[in-house]
């Protein structure tokens, strides 16, 4: 639907949108909406996070709130995780191999799946290299505060944390698509 999340109440798509992102992401191939998980708190918290490619092409995981009707994000709520430092998006090389698949574990924290970054065989073998976030899964822990600048913390038992080269958001690595 082009970035539309829709709620479906009793076997019936309501007419309003919960959100829309449809002048935010760019679409075709394998890029678009990918990803939407609700905190596991949302009811007191009002969380929700959605993974998209942006208009440029680079993956975007923002963090939006419910608006005063539950059934409806709040469009100006929005937050996108500074998951590289400053930047606000992860560059997408190519326009393949985006992942984007987004889930709370059991634990309460956030994982997100990110591809390779694309093209045939992973040529820049990005997957395994230890100083990137494509082709890893991610493990954060986004119960932290809206003012928080990044958006997220880092778990203390995250196995690569404080390793050098690796990133510490990094679960697991070698992960294609």
Do not use: C
């Not at 998951?83 to 889930?103: D, M």
């Amino acid at each position: 639907l082009g970035g539309r999340i829709r709620v479906v109440r009793d076997g019936s798509v309501l007419p309003t949108d919960f959100l829309n992102l449809a002048g935010s992401i760019s679409t075709g191939g394998e890029r678009g909406l990918l990803g939407l998980a609700f905190a596991p708190d949302y009811v007191s918290s009002g969380r929700v996070f959605v993974n998209f490619t942006n208009s440029d092409g680079h993956t975007v995981v923002a963090r939006f709130r419910r608006s005063s009707n539950p059934l409806v994000a709040d469009a100006t709520s929005r937050f996108d995780l500074r998951l590289e430092g400053t930047q606000r998006f992860i560059v997408q090389p190519y326009s393949n191999h985006n992942g984007g698949h987004l889930a709370f574990g059991p634990d309460g924290f956030l994982y997100i799946g990110l591809g390779d970054g694309g093209s045939s065989n992973d040529p820049e073998h990005r997957a395994q290299n230890p100083a990137e976030l494509l082709g890893k899964m991610l493990r954060i822990d986004v119960s932290v505060a809206d003012s928080d600048p990044a958006g997220y913390r880092i778990p203390a038992d995250n196995p690569f944390r404080g390793g050098n080269p690796a990133r510490d958001e990094i679960w697991a690595f070698g992960l294609r698509n």
